[in-house]
């Protein structure tokens, strides 16, 4: 593996009972790469975060994180190594405050330097940091659990789909805030079905179906692939 290798993911399987969500997925993410992850729904996305987090044992295969194995760690070891994720489906402590939330996620992680004031000044919800999370609309949601991840000060953010259900400036307020965290240094591995989201935080994307890559390479390309299109359009 090349050392400028963050994240690599080795013919990683994953079986629900006889169910195989992951069919073998190998990928590697480097060291300050943004990479987008799409595919239909169902392909096994969310599954490869969970993987990768913590959240599930892998069936087979390997991840490293910095050259260490991470497969099958908790997932606060994972995010202790450096490795942090959002949540497709955000669920904050809703009747706690947006600042008490931020404060939960620092007080479970190690070492972190960052602060909540600066938290929630960067995600633009300082004036609402009195108010029960449950209170916040969606993009709030969102960026207040981007702020739970960020506590815990990743080398590496794994975003499940922060874009689904925002209004176009949302996402594009939303396309900074990760584009300014990679300028800080953050690796990231980026699901998204919105490709116009895809094209302004990623560089390269792999597309997934059925637990499988179909391609690896610009996100314009794959629009061309034919395997590609075939999975899009022919299914
Ligand atoms: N905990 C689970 N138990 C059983 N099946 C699951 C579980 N998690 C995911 N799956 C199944 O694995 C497949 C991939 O799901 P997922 O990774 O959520 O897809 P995606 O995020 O690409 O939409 C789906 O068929 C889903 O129903
Ligand atoms: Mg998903």
Do not use: C, W
């Not at 069936?59 to 070891?77: K, N, P, W």
């Not at 007080?107 to 000044?121: F, G, N, P, T, V």
């Not at 969102?142 to 789909?161: F, N, S, W």
């Amino acid at each position: 593996m090349s050392s400028d290798v963050m994240l690599q993911v080795a013919a990683v399987e994953k079986s629900f009972g006889g169910f195989q969500a992951l069919r073998g997925v190998s990928l590697d993410v480097a060291q300050g790469q943004a990479l987008g992850l799409v595919g239909p729904n169902g392909s096994g996305k969310t599954t490869l975060i969970n993987v990768i987090s913590g959240i599930y044992r892998p069936s087979a295969g390997h991840v490293r994180f910095l050259g260490r194995q991470i497969g099958g760690l908790t997932s606060d070891r994972v995010s202790h190594l450096g490795i942090n994720r959002t949540f497709q489906v955000p669920k904050p402590f809703g009747s706690l405050t947006v600042r008490q939330n931020v404060d939960v996620a620092l007080s479970h992680s190690r070492r972190s330097r960052r602060k909540a004031e600066d938290i929630l000044a960067f995600l633009d919800l300082a004036a609402m940091q009195d108010r029960e999370a449950s209170s916040l609309n969606t993009a709030q949601q969102k960026l207040l659990d981007l702020g739970r991840a960020l506590a815990t000060d990743p080398r590496m953010l794994l975003v499940d789909e922060l874009g689904a259900g925002l209004s176009p400036a949302d996402l594009d307020i939303v396309a900074a805030k990760l584009n300014a965290l990679r300028q800080e240094g953050i690796t990231m591995l980026v699901v998204e079905h919105l490709l116009g989201f895809l094209a302004k935080v990623t560089d390269d994307v792999i597309v997934m179906n059925a637990g499988q890559e179909i391609f690896y390479g610009k996100l314009e390309a794959a629009a061309e692939d034919p395997k590609v299109v075939e999975v899009f359009l022919g299914g």
